[in-house]
């Protein structure tokens, strides 16, 4: 894993600090806020750079624009709920580049908070421009990038602008991502236990081959369980099945058998004959599902032998919810995972937005080591890659050793 420097390590007294962080927050149908906890995982890094007498300046994207400028994912609310959860004022810049930001900036004073307007508003933020990454570098005498949910992203904010400011580094949440993936796969107490689920195979092929490396025992569950199930032998129905997966699927059972890794699948299913929240359902062992029938959750007997498996476990990783959750009918498989992990006496880590749904609507948040707020940047941790925005404040880094 790259070495990376954070904030705390830089002087920050009377310097312009602009923090990248993730505001993409969910808005309700009148455009309020509905979740603010992107929001509230950044404020251990702003108030530390006001502690220490910075200026600081804020910047992150909200939705997909796609450069067009639409006021209803304008930053305004974030401001107004930043201001409250600060307790002082955030001033609202109409822009995040360009001469009126540039004076705004200039008439900053020790203390004071300004958030720059949606980077997404410009195409050139998602095309990793080197001229709108030096605009953004000219607000600011250091950089810290702490949207740890943006970090597999090219993106101007957290690459381009790495190459024009002199000190860069990450925040206290990034640096709390990082370390707990450290903690998951770099050096984890073993038995480590990951929990794979979700719809579809083809999003998690690496994941699982990478995993396969790493860990003692391997839960698949989900849709994408049944991709496995039928490269075993079994007929799952109309169940979700990627055919053209079946040999990869083959291909990791092997390699799981070979390194000696214990792998579970599920041994029974809640079944319906359609796909819709009023269907017919019944639980069936996985040889039993009927022709014309689907699986949709993982059955009673799958989560006792999915629970019995993490009973040891001294570090267990999830991703991906264990059935459509979504529909109450089909719901209990994933609560149950929930349970079983929020009461486990292991370090608990969990990435993947549905599977950070689950665990809130279970109430169990607090139970659990740590919920990853990047579901794309922690998949890609998952597959064993690095990430660009690490990557960019690491060489930034030896880019400044070489300097000095």
């Known amino acids: 894993m790259e070495d990376i420097p954070y904030i705390n390590e830089l002087d920050l007294k009377g310097k312009r600090v602009l923090i990248r962080a993730d505001f993409n ?9 509905s979740d603010d906890t992107r929001i509230r995982g950044v404020l251990p890094t702003i108030n530390y750079a006001l502690d220490e007498g910075a200026k600081v300046i804020l910047a992150s994207h909200l939705g997909r624009p796609k450069g067009k400028f639409i ?9 107004k709920r930043l201001g409250r959860l600060l307790g002082k004022e955030v001033k609202m810049a109409p822009d995040c580049v360009g001469d009126e930001v540039k004076t705004i900036i200039n008439y900053m004073g020790q203390g004071e908070v300004v958030l720059l307007e949606n980077l997404r508003f410009h195409q050139e933020e998602e095309k990793n421009d080197e001229t709108f990454g030096k605009q953004l570098a000219e607000l600011c005498d250091v950089f810290i990038n702490d949207a740890f949910a943006t970090a597999h992203r090219s993106h101007a904010s957290n690459i381009a602008i790495t190459h024009h400011v002199p ?31 979700g719809a579809k195979v083809s999003g998690k092929i690496e994941v699982l081959e990478n995993l396969i490396d790493k860990v003692d025992k391997l839960l698949i569950g989900g849709g994408m369980a049944f991709t496995f199930l039928k ?8 169940s979700l099945v990627e055919n053209d997966l079946l040999d990869m699927a083959g291909k990791i059972i092997e390699k799981a058998k070979t390194k000696g890794v214990k792998l579970y699948m599920p041994v029974d299913c809640v079944a319906a004959d359609r796909f819709d929240a009023a269907a017919e359902t019944k639980v069936v062992a996985i040889q039993e599902i009927p022709p014309d029938w689907m699986g949709l959750d993982i059955g009673p007997a799958t989560t006792m032998l999915f629970s019995a498996a993490l009973e040891d476990a001294k570090t267990i990783v999830w991703n991906g919810p264990m059935g459509v959750f979504e529909m109450d009918a089909f719901s209990r498989g994933t609560y149950a995972m929930v349970t079983t ?6 370090v608990t880590i969990v990435g993947g937005g549905d599977t950070d749904v689950a665990i809130h609507r279970a109430g169990d ?31 930034n880094k030896v880019k400044q050793r070489e300097v000095t």
Do not use: Q, W
């Open 167 to 197: 000190e860069c580094a990450g925040g206290f949440l990034m640096n709390k991502e990082m370390s707990y993936f450290e903690k998951a796969l770099g050096n984890p107490m073993r038995p480590l236990v990951a929990i794979i689920g």
């Open 25 to 33: 927050v969910p808005l309700d149908e009148k455009g309020n806020i």
């Open 341 to 346: 992990v929020a009461n486990s006496y292991a």
């Open 71 to 79: 006021p209803e994912m304008g930053l305004a609310t974030v401001a």
């Open 365 to 395: 948040s607090a139970k659990i080591s740590y919920i990853s707020t990047g579901g794309g940047a922690f998949l890609e941790l998952l597959e064993g890659k690095d990430l660009p925005a690490i990557s960019a404040l690491h060489k």
């Open 231 to 238: 490269a075993r032998g079994y007929d799952v129905g109309k």
